[in-house]
């Protein structure tokens, strides 16, 4: 089985993109780095979920540094862009880009990450980031459109009988603001 750097941003999207690979026969190595995630308490809630679930089902995984200030830095002037805006495409590219530098680290081919499960997510545009650090990074970008074959929804099955957390909305404080 081949190692694969899986960034994810909780337990809920994660849950099918580890099975799907596994099934693939990959061995997904869990990457949380979410530096996006307001307040700190949901980010730890989110975090320590992800991290249960892959004790569980005995995955590796690991957590990177919470830099809400780059984050911050980054998407300064964007702050009032829809979902699936411009602020989202550099959201993506900073979190896919420490995704990779990860796994050229620790000498792993490929990455990936669960954020294509979601609906609510431009699978294009995850596509266009994730391609642009593979060129840069020099890791292969694993072009999983997870939410293909019922994966949103097997992943809210497996979510539901874990009891697993589920939160309302995409994770920064502006997706807040979207949804009052
Ligand atoms: S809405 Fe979601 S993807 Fe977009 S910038 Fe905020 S946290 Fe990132």
């Given at each position: 089985m081949k190692k694969i750097v899986l960034h994810a941003c909780c337990a809920p999207c994660a849950s099918y993109p580890i099975k799907k690979l596994i099934l693939d026969n990959y061995k997904p190595v869990v990457f949380?780095?979410?530096?996006?995630?307001f307040p700190y308490k949901e980010y730890k809630i989110r975090k320590d979920e992800l991290k249960l679930y892959c004790q569980k089902n005995?995955?590796?995984?690991?957590?990177?540094?919470?830099?809400?200030?780059?984050?911050y830095r980054l998407t300064k002037g964007f702050e009032a862009e829809p979902e699936k805006g411009a602020r989202c495409a550099i959201c993506f590219n900073l979190r896919l880009k420490r995704t990779a530098e990860f796994a050229l680290k620790n000498n792993i081919e490929y990455f990936t990450t669960t954020l294509s499960v979601s609906p609510h997510k431009d699978f294009n545009m995850i596509l266009e980031q994730g391609k642009i650090i593979e060129n840069e990074i020099g890791i292969k970008?694993?072009?999983?459109?997870?939410?293909?074959q019922d994966g949103f929804k097997i992943s809210r099955q497996i979510a539901k009988e874990n009891n697993m957390y589920f939160q309302q909305y995409c994770g920064c404080e502006f997706s807040i603001r979207r949804n009052k």
């Open positions: 949380f780095y979410n530096p996006n995630i005995d995955i590796e995984f690991y957590e990177d540094d919470y830099n809400i200030k780059e984050f970008f694993l072009e999983y459109n997870f939410k293909k």
